[in-house]
């Protein structure tokens, strides 16, 4: 089939890959020159595992091309997929700019019948509004050509995203025609053999079923770091009652983990764009709007310890900061906890020593030059001249660390794990002061 890839982020390029690697013949576009001219040069901007050699695997082999030619994409794909940004407007609802800009394009330039798939995370009725503007476009060229708009959100996750993609556990398609739907089982067809993970519904339900997705998933997190911060202080710990409750099936043990608060570019802006969705419906999403609060009280978790360590004296100290990235095998650093905990440690007058295995490159974006921000080479040169280590991603490496590393290294022989990775028995017993998540301080 031949299919269109409109937006080379995340989503897009997995998609543009994956649908590559099964045959298709597909072609990329983004508004970027530099992401698509380095694609074109074999260079993958993001880094997401196994994305690198599938890439190149389908560039060489003449079915996955890069373009900042709209007109040359929309011409290309019988399927055009819409996977740009939905950003939070100012007031937290999804901005739609950059899906209505694509919706414009598809209709100045079409020029026979084409499925529209949007695969961003889109507020109820965007489907509707992306018929309108093509509607609109092609009203203004006297055309009449058949198109048909469908909704088949996104459930990857940045880390697995390959395998979430080729091996989903659904795929919701909201489609309103017999020929759209067909279209869509026959390219999700080589992805949906062993049994049919199709779940059909109409555009509207399939546009809701992303945030309600992500509502649950950030509903859970939120809960938990709750519930550890009444276990800290109440002299209980958070481990043992995660593993007392996800033994219950209605509970599970997924997605149960305490920790300092999710990030990354979906659950936070969805979060506010289901709550702005709701008001501007009168309803008052007083979960929702309790999910977002916890969540930004437990970034600020991290800091608050940091504090306590030091009696509230940061002025000088340096904090040794492992893991940048929201979650581990990703460089996305959106919305990550070590962002609000640099902000607060630099506010505080401590400088930050920081390591993470594949987001230094981005955080050096983020930031450029400070004083105050050294980028080290390995997770132990962090530890160097640092006062304390604050751990913000669970990253494999840094699991299996011997507690004798930090009493060698730093200068104070304190932990915070924001991850809970470290048995605080081990720490005790290498006299590390030792702070975690929903568990009694080590002293
Ligand atoms: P991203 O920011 O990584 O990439 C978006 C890309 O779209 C950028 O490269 C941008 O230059 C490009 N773009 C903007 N306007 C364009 C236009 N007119 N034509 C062509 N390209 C254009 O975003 P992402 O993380 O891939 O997310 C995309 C969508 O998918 C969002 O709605 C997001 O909520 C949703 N989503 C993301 C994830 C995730 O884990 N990242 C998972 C599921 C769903």
Not at 99 to 125: D, F, R, W
Request: charged share 25%; glycine share 8%; hydrophobic share 40%.
């Amino acid at each position: 089939m031949k299919i269109t890839v409109f937006g080379s982020g995340y989503v897009g390029l997995v998609t543009g890959a994956c649908l590559a690697d099964v045959g298709n013949d597909v072609v990329c576009v983004d508004v970027d020159r530099d992401k698509i001219e380095k694609l074109r040069d074999g260079i993958v901007p993001i880094y997401e595992p196994g994305l690198g050699a599938m890439i190149e695997t389908n560039r060489v082999g003449g079915n996955l091309d890069f373009t900042t030619d709209a007109a040359r994409g929309v011409a290309h794909g019988n399927i055009l997929f819409i996977a740009v940004g939905t950003p939070p407007d100012e007031d937290g609802s999804a901005d739609l700019r950059y899906v209505m800009a694509v919706a414009q394009t598809i209709g100045i330039h079409m020029g026979e019948y084409k499925l529209i798939v949007n695969k961003s995370t889109v507020p109820v009725g965007t489907a509707d509004a992306v018929e309108s503007e093509i509607k609109k476009q092609l009203m203004a060229r006297n055309q009449s050509i058949d198109f048909d708009v469908c909704s088949n959100p996104e459930f990857l996750k940045e880390g697995a995203a390959i395998d979430d993609f080729t091996k989903a556990t659904r795929i919701v398609i909201g489609a309103e025609t017999a020929q759209a739907l067909e279209l869509m089982r026959e390219l999700y067809a080589p992805y949906n053999r062993n049994h049919d993970k199709i779940i059909a519904m109409d555009i509207r339900s399939a546009e809701l079923t992303k945030y309600a997705a992500n509502a649950m998933l950030a509903t859970k997190i939120s809960l938990m770091n709750e519930l550890a911060n009444i276990a800290e202080r109440i002299g209980a710990d958070i481990e043992h009652v995660r593993i007392g409750i996800g033994s219950d099936p209605r509970i599970g043990y997924h997605f149960i983990y305490p920790g300092c608060g999710y990030g990354g570019s979906c659950f936070p802006k969805d979060i506010r764009a289901l709550t702005r969705s709701a008001a501007s419906l009168g309803l008052d999403a007083g979960v929702l709007a309790a999910v977002e609060l916890v969540n930004e009280n437990q970034k600020q978790n991290l800091f608050a310890k940091v504090s306590d360590a030091f009696s509230g004296n940061l002025a000088g100290k340096t904090i040794a900061v492992w893991g940048l990235a929201f979650k581990p095998n990703t460089d996305d650093m959106r919305e990550a906890p070590s962002r609000t905990l640099m902000d607060s440690l630099w506010a505080a007058g401590a400088r930050v020593r920081a390591f993470d295995p594949k987001a230094m490159e981005e955080c050096s974006r983020i930031y450029g030059d400070r004083a105050d921000l050294v980028l080290c080479e390995t997770a132990i040169d962090a530890l160097h001249g640092s006062d304390a280590l604050v751990i913000c991603t669970e990253w494999k490496a840094f699991r299996t660390v011997e507690p004798s590393l930090f009493t060698h290294t730093l200068a104070h022989p304190i932990v915070i794990d924001g991850r809970n990775i470290y048995e605080p028995s081990r720490m005790r017993s290498a006299g590390i002061v030792y702070y975690s998540i929903g568990r009694q301080t080590v002293r």
